[in-house]
């Protein structure tokens, strides 16, 4: 059966510093893979999508950039945190359609 | 431009109860539906599907009128453990999906 992780839960992070979220995915090959980002109070807002190794695409103009070295691996970057940063990161994958799988999400508080 | 709205809530019902969410999606050409379920704190997690000839998953009631451009929810006989925020969600293509903001749903004892 597929799974998805991604780590860490939680991040404490000051302004200014770099970031680096990972997650891969097991089970499955080629999965089309997400990252999301949920803040407070508002809904899932889609930052990158990728279809295959080396393709991302990116869906907000922002201070964070995505990369997938490997079939199954996303990683989201950033060089320098802003506070806007803070919020819930949510890696998914899916094969087709629909039927988004979620990582249990890393919770960024920018300070 | 919103393209997927959902009132917040929040719902609150006693144990029992019957009640249905509604969602509004404004691109004519998403061609998938779904509703999520997000717990507190927690990653969002497939519920079911929506098919244009609605569908049933137990408790659980989804419809899509696509004249209308809404989907809903029904869930009979409402548990304390259905509290939970519920996401509907559309597909239009290009491998992406769009979430609506989430209705809150309390059941209480």
Same mark, same amino acid.
């Given at each position: 059966?597929?799974t998805?992780?991604q780590w860490?839960?939680t991040?404490v992070?000051?302004v !200014?510093s770099?970031? =680096?979220?990972e997650c891969?995915?097991e089970?499955? +090959?080629? #999965?089309?893979?997400?990252w999301?980002?949920q803040a407070a109070g508002?809904?899932?807002?889609?930052l990158?999508?990728?279809v295959?190794? !080396?393709q991302?695409? =990116?869906?907000v103009?922002?201070?964070?950039?995505? +990369?997938r #070295?490997?079939?199954?691996q996303?990683?989201?970057s950033?060089?320098?945190l802003?506070?806007?940063?803070s919020?819930?990161?949510l890696?998914?994958?899916?094969r087709?359609?629909g039927?988004?799988?979620?990582?249990?999400?890393?919770?960024?508080?920018?300070? | 431009?919103k393209?997927v709205?959902?009132?917040?809530?929040?719902?609150?019902?006693p144990?029992g109860?019957?009640v249905a969410f509604n969602?509004?999606?404004?691109n004519?050409a998403s061609?998938s539906?779904?509703?999520?379920?997000?717990?507190?704190r927690?990653?969002p997690?497939?519920l079911?599907?929506?098919y244009?000839s609605?569908?049933?998953d137990g408790?659980f009631t989804?419809?899509?009128?696509r004249?209308s451009q809404?989907?809903s929810l029904?869930i009979?006989d409402?548990k304390?453990?259905?509290?939970a925020?519920?996401l509907c969600?559309?597909?239009?293509?290009?491998s992406?999906l769009t979430?609506g903001?989430?209705?809150?749903?309390?059941v209480?004892?």
């Amino acid at each position: 059966s597929q799974t998805i992780h991604q780590w860490p839960a939680t991040l404490v992070q000051p302004v !200014g510093s770099p970031l =680096s979220l990972e997650c891969t995915v097991e089970g499955t +090959s080629n #999965p089309n893979l997400y990252w999301y980002r949920q803040a407070a109070g508002r809904g899932l807002q889609l930052l990158f999508y990728s279809v295959g190794i !080396g393709q991302i695409s =990116s869906e907000v103009p922002q201070n964070l950039s995505a +990369s997938r #070295p490997q079939d199954r691996q996303f990683i989201l970057s950033s060089k320098k945190l802003l506070l806007s940063d803070s919020g819930f990161y949510l890696c998914a994958w899916s094969r087709d359609t629909g039927g988004y799988t979620f990582g249990s999400g890393t919770r960024l508080t920018v300070v | 431009r919103k393209e997927v709205e959902q009132d917040p809530g929040p719902f609150n019902v006693p144990e029992g109860a019957t009640v249905a969410f509604n969602c509004t999606y404004s691109n004519s050409a998403s061609q998938s539906f779904f509703w999520y379920r997000q717990d507190c704190r927690k990653e969002p997690k497939l519920l079911m599907s929506v098919y244009s000839s609605g569908n049933e998953d137990g408790r659980f009631t989804a419809q899509l009128n696509r004249a209308s451009q809404y989907i809903s929810l029904l869930i009979r006989d409402s548990k304390l453990s259905d509290s939970a925020t519920y996401l509907c969600v559309s597909y239009s293509g290009y491998s992406t999906l769009t979430f609506g903001k989430g209705t809150m749903l309390l059941v209480s004892p």
